[in-house]
């Protein structure tokens, strides 16, 4: 099947500072892509949706300035996390999907720990 | 809109005993449904979907799930678990339409299998 990456697969950061996570379509062109958070022992929780060259879609309660999305290309999206605090950390996790394919083909995940 | 509700949050079983991880959905309109699991740390991987014809849906690992429309269920089921299974099971389900047009899944707070020896 198709493959999603994601970078990095982990990072911890000072209170304050702005973190980036990458997710990229390694073999098909994503159209559209999702990003998802995780709490410990819960369900995926969509953040936002983003098609390639637009602006993403936030789901209701998500700060769209605090988690910027950009999809700029049709393999790559990134999310930023800005001015994180420690109640950001969570799994962090993108899915990919392509026009011609019936399915979302999900990341790794980035656990992102915030001090 | 739809949602999803998976009954079990936890379910303990013996290796090669059956199980079944339930799953029910709500939806007004025509649905496409999925599995997926998740072992720790690590994203979803899909085990199978329903998207139209036999009811019956066979996926990857030994597992297969039934669509039942009138009990709006899709319930997991494999007839011998093994060791390797323990992981995170997710149940989703989409819009047909909006499945289609690139739009978003629903997920199930998650049924935990644990497989013990």
Redesign the interface.
């Known amino acids: 099947g198709a493959v999603v990456s994601q970078h990095p697969s982990w990072v911890i950061c000072k209170s304050g500072t702005s973190v980036k996570i990458e997710c990229r379509s390694l073999d098909f062109q994503a159209t559209t892509m999702f990003w998802y958070r995780q709490f410990p022992k819960q369900s995926l929780m969509l953040m936002a949706t983003s098609n390639e060259g637009s602006k993403a879609t936030y789901e209701q309660g998500v700060e769209k300035d605090k988690f910027l999305i950009n999809h700029a290309s049709l393999t790559l999206s990134t999310l930023t996390v800005t001015s994180a605090h420690p109640e950001d950390s969570s799994f962090y996790i993108c899915s990919a999907r392509a026009r011609s394919y019936n399915e979302q083909f999900f990341g790794p995940g980035t656990r992102l720990t915030v001090l | 809109a739809q949602s999803v509700t998976q009954l079990d949050s936890q379910v303990p079983v013996f290796e090669e005993a059956p199980v079944e991880l339930r799953c029910n959905y709500s939806s007004s309109v025509s649905v496409?449904l999925?599995w997926?699991v998740q072992y720790p740390?690590?994203?979803?991987?899909?085990l199978l979907?329903y998207?139209s014809g036999s009811t019956l849906v066979k996926g990857i690992n030994g597992f297969e799930a039934e669509f039942n429309k009138s009990q709006t269920s899709f319930h997991l089921r494999k007839p011998s678990v093994h060791i390797s299974d323990t992981a995170e099971y997710?149940c989703a389900v989409s819009d047909l339409q909006i499945?289609?047009q690139?739009?978003?899944?629903i997920?199930?707070?998650?049924t935990?299998l644990s497989v013990k020896p």
């Open positions: 496409y999925f997926y740390n690590q994203g979803l991987q899909l979907k998207l997710f499945y289609n690139g739009g978003k899944l997920f199930g707070q998650g935990e």
